[in-house]
């Protein structure tokens, strides 16, 4: 959890220096719902995320460095520079995606659960999401051909209570929202999303049933966002108490103060590895700032999966016909 939380500061900082571009999500106060899914998945499943998902590819063990990277647009980065703070993409930790359209990605989770099915695997798809994603379209009809067809999938969805600037309650009839699985009728819960523990608990049930009975499960997880949507969100929305009781919940304090009250940990041991972390996030960032750019002449690449007679080169910036032709 600490990863996760030294990382995101150190991405806000470097985005506000604008070593980082585009767009740019936290995972800044999910940290306890980060880790806690993915302590729950093995390495022979595969993940499938929404746009928040640097906590995620840390957790689910891409390198550091190599993630920095890909925020700074450097070679050395997970996806080559290419995919940026949202498509963060690694097929060594089945993590596929970063996914930057909303709901984007349930679809492919689904096609990937219909993969495993169809060879009689044994794997598990986890397809995180945010809470906004349960208002559109895809959301409804990937859990409906979920259940239809017995994918072996666990639908998340993360409740942050915020879907950009508007609140769950304002937004959906039904706030609950693990209740909206009963429609397909898929089975569902909720869990409390600061609760690093609590998380994992939920999520291994959620994984068990998939994998035992391939059947499609949601989870849904109830945190706060520490900080705006993005980076540059300034977050005017929320109100001084309402920033103020998410700040009392965040689960990195908390369970430093559990750790140290259960006698399960130190202060100074805890701070020790604090320390350990930052020198890890540290050496992240002399990495992907050593990183070379990617070279103009790519620009093109990885646009087919193969070559494309006719395919035009020309750069935007080239004169669409050639001087003295």
Same mark, same amino acid.
């Given at each position: 959890?600490?990863?996760?939380?030294?990382?995101?500061?150190?991405?806000?900082?470097?985005?506000?220096?604008?070593?980082?571009?585009?767009?740019?999500?936290?995972?800044?106060?999910?940290?306890?719902?980060?880790?806690?899914?993915?302590?729950?998945?093995?390495?022979?499943?595969?993940?499938?995320?929404?746009?928040?998902?640097?906590?995620?590819?840390?957790?689910?063990?891409? +390198?550091?460095?190599?993630?920095?990277?890909?925020?700074?647009?450097?070679? %050395?980065?997970?996806?080559?520079?290419?995919?940026?703070?949202?498509?963060?993409? +690694?097929?060594?930790?089945?993590?596929?995606?970063?996914?930057?359209?909303?709901?984007?990605?349930?679809?492919?989770?689904?096609?990937?659960?219909?993969?495993?099915?169809?060879? =009689?695997?044994?794997?598990?798809?986890?397809?995180?999401?945010?809470?906004?994603?349960?208002?559109?379209?895809?959301?409804?009809?990937?859990?409906?051909?979920?259940?239809?067809?017995?994918?072996?999938?666990?639908?998340?969805?993360?409740?942050?209570?915020?879907?950009?600037?508007?609140?769950?309650?304002? $937004?959906?009839?039904?706030?609950?929202?693990?209740?909206?699985? @009963?429609?397909?009728?898929?089975? @569902?819960?909720?869990? +409390?999303?600061?609760?690093?523990?609590?998380?994992? %608990?939920?999520?291994?049930?959620?994984?068990?049933?998939?994998?035992? #009975?391939?059947?499609?499960?949601?989870?849904?997880?109830? $945190?706060?966002?520490?900080?705006?949507?993005?980076?540059?969100?300034?977050?005017?929305?929320? @109100?001084? #108490?309402?920033? %103020?009781?998410?700040?009392?919940?965040?689960?990195?304090?908390?369970?430093?103060?559990?750790?140290?009250?259960?006698?399960?940990?130190?202060?100074?041991?805890?701070?020790?590895?604090?320390?350990?972390?930052?020198?890890?996030?540290?050496?992240?960032?002399?990495?992907?700032?050593?990183?070379?750019?990617? #070279?103009?002449?790519?620009?093109?690449?990885?646009?087919?999966?193969?070559?494309?007679?006719? =395919?035009?080169?020309?750069?935007?910036? %080239?004169?669409?016909?050639?001087?003295?032709?």
């Amino acid at each position: 959890m600490l990863l996760v939380r030294r990382f995101e500061e150190r991405t806000a900082q470097a985005y506000t220096e604008a070593k980082i571009g585009g767009y740019c999500h936290l995972n800044l106060g999910e940290e306890a719902t980060v880790v806690g899914l993915m302590a729950a998945i093995e390495e022979r499943d595969y993940l499938f995320t929404n746009y928040r998902d640097h906590g995620y590819a840390l957790i689910r063990g891409m +390198d550091p460095g190599r993630v920095m990277a890909e925020l700074y647009g450097r070679q %050395d980065g997970v996806s080559k520079g290419w995919g940026g703070s949202m498509h963060l993409f +690694d097929t060594d930790v089945r993590q596929l995606g970063g996914y930057g359209i909303v709901g984007g990605q349930l679809p492919l989770a689904a096609g990937a659960a219909l993969a495993v099915s169809y060879r =009689d695997g044994d794997e598990v798809v986890m397809c995180q999401m945010g809470d906004g994603t349960t208002n559109i379209g895809a959301f409804h009809e990937t859990l409906n051909i979920a259940t239809l067809w017995d994918l072996p999938i666990v639908f998340v969805v993360v409740n942050n209570r915020l879907g950009m600037g508007t609140t769950v309650e304002m $937004s959906s009839a039904e706030p609950e929202l693990y209740k909206r699985a @009963s429609s397909y009728r898929m089975e @569902s819960a909720r869990v +409390d999303g600061n609760d690093v523990i609590a998380v994992r %608990d939920a999520a291994k049930v959620a994984v068990e049933r998939a994998r035992e #009975e391939q059947r499609p499960y949601l989870l849904e997880t109830v $945190s706060g966002r520490l900080r705006g949507h993005s980076v540059v969100d300034p977050a005017a929305y929320r @109100s001084k #108490e309402e920033v %103020d009781e998410v700040r009392a919940q965040d689960p990195v304090a908390g369970l430093h103060d559990r750790l140290v009250a259960d006698g399960a940990a130190t202060a100074e041991g805890l701070a020790e590895i604090d320390a350990d972390v930052h020198r890890i996030v540290k050496a992240a960032v002399e990495f992907a700032e050593k990183s070379p750019a990617p #070279e103009v002449s790519s620009l093109f690449d990885y646009t087919y999966a193969s070559p494309v007679p006719n =395919d035009s080169r020309r750069l935007p910036a %080239d004169p669409l016909f050639p001087v003295g032709a």
